[in-house]
């Protein structure tokens, strides 16, 4: 099992303590590669009307799934600030190339909260309506939506707050979790190769797709690396083509010499 766990007082150190807080149980990433977002699930819109999730996911580009709620105290503000003004970084279109859904954890969310948080995301990051979308819905379905992508969190007793990581989780086009990015500023070339591999190759240009072959994804460091295997088998790879064409040349030399009325 692939557990993560990213804090919610992201801007604290990390500190090591011998038992995990209460409020703070099952709270974290298990990673669910491949794990399938429930499509017939139906939630509510920032205008209170149902949205089912196969309209949205089922389309011909990825996207970045978030989990947050518009009275978070601090970390869901600072998460949904730095994703809009990472969007433009990205050199991808919103729309087009990929689209955003955030999901309150808050029920109380719908819809005023969602409106509120989509204006605010909207005009920041200059992506258009149709590509940014805000849902919610009741405790029992944020539940069963987070479930099914590995994201824990809590209600925190006594507080209208949740306990909560940050992290933006890549889906594919069918609806299949591709990839996790946790913690507040991923890098804008994560971020699009994360897209790009999670669009299954519809996503990017042909460089974008060539570098995918070069490099993988190295979930401590949480951004894309050498694949230095790939290096090693490129460079014999062009070896081989070499030494073939020499052996060729010096063959046909020598039929040559051999054969002067050739």
């Not at 007082?9 to 807080?21: D, G, H, K, M, N």
């Not at 990205?90 to 719908?110: E, F, I, R, W």
Request: aromatic share 8%; glycine share 10%; charged share 20%.
């Amino acid at each position: 099992m692939n557990v993560l766990f990213f804090s919610t007082l992201a801007f604290c150190p990390l500190q090591i303590v011998a038992e995990t807080p209460s409020d703070l149980k099952g709270v974290g990433i298990e990673q669910r590669l491949g794990a399938q977002i429930p499509l017939d699930m139906t939630l509510l819109d920032h205008e209170g009307s149902s949205t089912l999730l196969s309209d949205i996911f089922s389309q011909s580009v990825p996207t970045i799934l978030s989990f947050n709620y518009s009275t978070c105290p601090q970390l869901c503000k600072l998460q949904l600030e730095a994703t809009a003004d990472l969007l433009p970084r990205v050199s991808l279109n919103a729309g087009s190339d990929y689209q955003l859904v955030t999901v309150s954890l808050n029920p109380d969310d719908v819809p005023e909260g969602l409106a509120r948080m989509r204006h605010r995301l909207l005009d920041r990051s200059g992506v258009g309506a149709g590509a940014w979308h805000f849902l919610g819905g009741s405790r029992e379905q944020i539940s069963r939506l987070t479930d099914a992508v590995g994201f824990g969190f809590r209600e925190v007793e006594g507080k209208s707050d949740y306990a909560h990581s940050a992290a933006l989780i890549l889906v594919a086009p069918d609806g299949r979790v591709s990839r996790y990015l946790g913690g507040l500023n991923p890098e804008p070339r994560t971020l699009r190769y994360s897209l790009v591999e999670a669009g299954q190759g519809r996503t990017g240009s042909i460089l974008d797709r060539a570098f995918l072959t070069c490099f993988y994804y190295d979930g401590e460091e949480g951004k894309y690396t050498p694949a230095a295997m790939n290096f090693v088998r490129f460079g014999a790879g062009v070896g081989l083509l070499f030494l073939v064409g020499f052996v060729t040349r010096q063959s046909r030399c020598r039929r040559q010499e051999g054969n002067p009325n050739q």
